[in-house]
């Protein structure tokens, strides 16, 4: 089974300054997506990025960004010029590429302050 | 709407009830999802919907919990006999389609915050 790991529980950082959330996972298999998601105190979930296993470049979406190192099973997330509004618990998660596999496998979540 | 919905927000339930969280999925998406999230922690899958078939109940915690999608749109969770470990918010997720290769993102509801007392 495919597990994914947070090592961080919590990370603070300046406004307009940049930080970096740190997630590793198993698995073995060689074709799979993986993703960072942000959820506000609200709740509702929201897609920050996403990566394709088999694609060698990394991820980018306006100022995030992630790095993504297939060998050695890492996918942080990079956000630069932090905003108030990026304070959130993000959460990485792993998704096969079978057909037949859509759930998503979570991490325990990165709690980010925003310090202004 | 244009996203997914679900209700109630909020539900709080005496140990031994039954409860019943009702999912209302973006129109047209093929693939439905209930996750569970425990306070502080990252949410865990229950089970998995394409149109009306349950493909995935691997998640389901026991055999009190039970979900359906009847005519492949709206979704609800039940939970029979309701314990106090039930407590977490209830996430549904809702994604267009399950195309092989493709991302098949998913969009998640507000969720059901679920208080077992």
């Known amino acids: 089974a495919q597990t994914v790991t947070q090592s961080q529980p919590e990370m603070s950082v300046q406004e307009a300054e940049t930080v970096t959330l740190s997630c590793t996972y198993d698995?073995?298999?060689?074709?799979?997506?993986l993703f960072w998601y942000k959820q506000p105190p609200s709740r509702q979930m929201i897609l920050v990025i996403r990566?394709?296993?088999?694609?060698?470049q990394n991820a980018t979406e306006n100022r995030f960004s992630v790095n993504f190192q297939k060998a050695a099973k890492s996918f942080s997330l990079k956000i630069s010029d932090s905003q108030l509004g990026d304070a959130a618990m993000y959460f990485c998660?792993?998704?096969?590429?079978?057909?037949?596999?859509?759930?998503?496998?979570f991490g325990q979540g990165t709690r980010l302050t925003i310090n202004p | 709407g244009a996203g997914v919905s679900q209700s109630p927000r909020y539900k709080v339930a005496k140990r031994g009830q039954d409860v019943a969280l009702r999912c209302d999925p973006i129109?047209?998406?093929?693939?439905l999802f209930w996750y569970q999230q425990a306070l502080g922690q990252g949410p865990e899958f229950l089970t998995y919907?394409?149109?009306?078939?349950?493909?995935?109940k691997s998640g389901l915690p026991s055999d009190r919990f039970f979900a359906e999608r009847p005519e492949g749109s709206v979704s609800t969770l039940k939970i029979q006999r309701t314990q106090q470990e039930d407590s977490a918010v209830y996430l549904c997720?809702?994604?267009?389609?399950?195309?092989?290769?493709?991302?098949?993102?998913?969009?998640f509801g507000p969720g059901t915050r679920l208080t077992v007392l």
């Open positions: 997720a809702s994604s267009l389609g399950v195309q092989a290769g493709a991302p098949n993102e998913q969009f």
């Open positions: 698995t073995s298999e060689s074709d799979y997506y």
């Open positions: 990566q394709e296993a088999y694609k060698q």
């Open positions: 998660a792993y998704r096969s590429a079978y057909q037949g596999a859509q759930k998503l496998v």
């Open positions: 129109s047209g998406h093929v693939s």
């Open positions: 919907f394409q149109n009306e078939a349950q493909l995935d």
